[in-house]
C-alpha cells in the first residue's frame, strides 16, 4: 500500500474503562489519561499531531465516553464518536460502521507516535491485506528501548510487542472486528477463547510452534479476512503509555524525537 487510492481515516480510541481510576490519570493527577503531558503536550494531541502531519491521513475521529474531558484539546476538524460500552472492537466496529474503510485506528495513549511511523506502516502493507497491525519485533524493541520491559507475543518465527496501530483496510476486515469483540467477551474464559480460536491453534501456541502463516490461514478460516503482522523499523513504536512507569520512559524518549507542537482547539 504505497499510496492509498483514498484518504485514510484515523479513529483514536480513547475511552476510559469504568470502575477503578486509571493508573495513569492517578499519577498524572489529571481527569483523563489522555491529558498527561509527554514533552510538555497532552499525549491525545501528540496523537492528532502525527496524524495530521501524515499526508495519507484525512478525517480524524476520538472514540471516548468522556467528551467533556477531551473536547478543549481538539481542533476544529476534529470529530469525536461515543465510545461502546462493549469495549474498543465495538467501537471500532461503530467507526466502521459510520466512517467505512480505509481506517487506520490507534490510541490516545501511543504518545510517540510519529508521521514516518504511520508512513512506513502504510507503505509496507501487502495490497492483498484487509487488515494489517503494526509490530515491532523483540529484537528490534531491545535494540531501541534497552532498558524497559515490554509483553512480546512468541510465534514460532517471530516474537513482537503491538504498536497499537492497526489498518482495516477493506470492508471484510470489520469481520476480524468482529472475531475480536469475541474474543474480548470472553477475555475471563479462556476455555470459551479456545472454542472461538479452536483447540489446535491455542495448542500450538502454547507450545511455541504456531507460525505466522498457520495464524494468518485460521483468521482467514474464520472471517474470510486476510490478515498480516507489520514490523516496523522503529523499537520506539512498541511504547504506549498505560502505567506510572511507562510516564516516565515516555518522557524520556520523547527528548530525543522531533518535537510534536501542541495544535489547539
Known amino acids: 500500500m504505497t499510496s492509498p487510492a483514498q484518504p485514510v481515516t484515523a479513529l483514536i480510541l480513547a475511552g476510559s474503562r469504568p470502575g477503578k481510576p486509571d493508573p495513569v490519570a492517578l499519577a498524572g493527577n489529571v481527569a483523563h489519561k489522555a491529558l498527561f503531558p509527554i514533552g510538555g503536550t497532552p499525549m491525545l494531541s501528540r496523537v492528532i499531531t502525527a496524524l495530521q502531519a501524515t499526508p495519507a491521513i484525512g478525517q480524524i475521529v ?18 469525536m464518536l461515543p465510545s461502546s460500552p462493549e469495549g474498543p472492537s465495538a467501537s471500532v466496529l461503530d467507526a466502521l460502521a459510520q466512517y467505512g474503510t480505509p481506517l487506520l485506528v490507534t490510541t490516545a495513549d501511543n504518545a510517540l507516535l510519529q508521521p514516518a511511523w504511520i508512513d512506513e506502516f502504510l507503505s509496507l502493507i501487502h495490497p492483498d491485506s484487509d487488515l494489517a497491525a503494526a509490530v515491532a519485533t523483540e529484537e528490534t524493541v531491545r535494540r531501541d528501548v534497552p532498558n524497559t520491559r515490554r509483553t512480546y507475543i512468541r510465534l514460532a518465527d517471530m516474537a513482537f510487542s ?59 478460516t474464520l472471517t474470510g479476512a486476510r490478515a498480516e503482522l507489520v514490523a516496523l523499523s522503529d523499537g520506539r513504536a512498541a511504547v504506549d503509555v498505560d502505567k506510572p512507569a511507562d510516564m516516565i520512559l515516555a518522557e524520556k524518549l520523547a527528548a530525543d524525537l522531533p518535537p510534536v507542537p501542541f495544535k489547539h482547539g
Open 62 to 79: 476520538v472514540c471516548t465516553n468522556t467528551p467533556d474531558s477531551l473536547a478543549a484539546l481538539l481542533p476544529p476538524d476534529v470529530v
Open 162 to 220: 503491538g504498536c497499537n496501530m492497526f489498518l482495516f483496510r477493506t470492508a471484510v476486515s470489520a469481520k476480524i472486528a468482529t472475531l475480536w469483540r469475541e474474543v474480548e467477551k470472553n477475555r475471563k474464559h479462556p476455555l470459551r477463547i479456545a472454542w472461538t480460536l479452536g483447540p489446535v491453534i491455542l495448542l500450538r501456541a502454547l507450545t511455541g510452534r504456531l507460525t505466522r502463516k498457520a495464524l494468518y490461514a485460521r483468521i482467514n
